[in-house]
């Protein structure tokens, strides 16, 4: 066989789900693969796939949500194009990119090309109705049959994938997302990255100031909201705490306001999208991240990557990524009281905060290394490239 030809289709994608894409797909494209990618045609999509050597870009107006009547219109464009342009493998990321992929290949007679879908987050999570979690489940049934093989970035994922979609255990893989580490750590670098954006927010006392950063798109899933409860919280007990808050979304403006409405603009800074947001983590004590739901987020990787001692929702990836005591502290979801008293005590013991942020650093140079990650992917492409469904699949 020659250069393997893969297509990559791609759902709307912001913040840790684009990060993810480059590094896999520039890990893929040094490997040798020839690579396509059909994706909806927004600026910021298109200069990461350009960052990560990707010439060849198909407009794909995936969408983030079913359309009735824009749908089958897309699904038939796509088909034909398929139909005209063969490829070794496709690989779909995201549920609704899966959606659209499978119906294609199967628009009016059968493609026989295999055909992987990656799930970054909850099939069915509790956000959607139950309307909407119904519909969901007949589908990725029904689409089941059809797929290849699956890509889980979470046990949380890979189980709901094996036990309620009821998908045959060899044909799901666990493949968490992985970073791009630094070589090494260089000290001076991060002390004047620390004082010059602590300079900016105002926050210049190093002494009397303890900085909790996060960096998430700022929509209801990842729980910036309970962020600001929790911050109120925090604050009334202990003062040399102060907030950064890097993301943009639906919730901003009304994120800015909760803070206007509760006191908390001194000791709330908004910084809105960062392209490269781990470049600000040196500035941070300490990152938290309270989503309701969640896969295997970048940021978290990052911070713990930086030294930074997380404190997270043990729901999805962090339950996983984090030992709580250990490199971080884990949360119930949807609480803000248990992470107000994490960041009292992490501000009032500097020493075991650090503690902490150097343990997280030596799992995630251990454990999270996007070569790692590519490779896992490229094991999932051989096998079906070589026409087998064996055993050798990797185990979660």
């Not at 290949?105 to 055909?115: D, H, K, Q, S, T």
């Not at 105002?202 to 960096?215: I, L, P, R």
């Not at 600001?228 to 907030?243: N, T």
Request: hydrophobic share 45%; glycine share 10%; charged share 20%.
């Amino acid at each position: 066989m020659g250069i393997p030809r893969v297509l990559h289709v791609i759902r709307p994608a912001a913040g840790g789900m684009l990060t993810h894409l480059e590094l896999l797909l520039k890990g893929l494209g040094q490997a040798g693969y020839d690579l396509t990618a059909a994706c909806p045609v927004e600026e910021l999509v298109l200069q990461r796939l350009r960052a990560a050597g990707v010439t060849r870009i198909l407009p794909l107006d995936v969408g983030d949500t079913l359309r009735p009547w824009l749908d089958p219109l897309i699904i038939g464009k796509f088909s034909s194009f398929l139909k005209e342009h063969p490829f070794d493998v496709i690989h779909a990321h995201g549920a609704k990119a899966g959606l659209i992929t499978r119906l294609a290949l199967n628009w009016r007679g059968r493609l026989p090309y295999p055909v992987i879908v990656s799930y970054h987050n909850e099939i069915l999570p509790e956000s959607r109705s139950s309307r909407q979690r119904r519909v969901r489940y007949l589908a990725e049934k029904y689409l089941a049959k059809y797929t290849s093989h699956f890509i889980a970035v979470s046990p949380g994922i890979k189980d709901e994938l094996i036990n309620v979609i009821g998908c045959p255990p060899g044909q799901v893989s666990l493949i968490p997302n992985g970073i791009e580490l630094a070589e090494s750590e260089n000290g001076e670098k991060n002390g004047e990255i620390r004082r010059v954006y602590r300079s900016m927010w105002g926050w210049s006392d190093d002494v009397h100031t303890f900085v909790v950063g996060t960096a998430c798109r700022l929509m209801w899933e990842k729980g910036p909201d309970l962020l600001l409860e929790a911050a109120r919280l925090a604050l009334e007990e202990e003062p040399s705490l102060r907030f950064v808050i890097i993301g943009d979304g639906p919730m901003a403006d009304e994120l800015r306001q909760t803070a206007e409405a509760y006191g908390l603009i001194p000791f709330v800074r908004f910084l809105g999208y960062q392209d490269n947001a781990r470049r600000i983590f040196p500035a941070f004590d300490a990152f938290v991240l309270l989503s309701r739901t969640e896969g295997w987020p970048l940021s978290i990787m990052e911070a713990m990557a930086a030294g930074l001692p997380v404190v997270a929702t043990g729901t999805g990836g962090p339950a996983y990524m984090i030992k709580s005591g250990r490199t971080g502290i884990l949360v119930s979801p949807g609480d803000v009281r248990k992470p107000a008293e994490a960041l009292i005590l992490l501000a009032r013991d500097r020493a075991w905060a650090k503690e902490l942020g150097r343990a997280a650093a030596d799992y995630v140079r251990r454990h999270c290394s996007a070569e790692t990650m590519v490779t896992q992917v490229e094991t999932v492409y051989h096998q079906l490239l070589q026409g087998t469904q064996a055993a050798a699949f990797l185990e979660g």
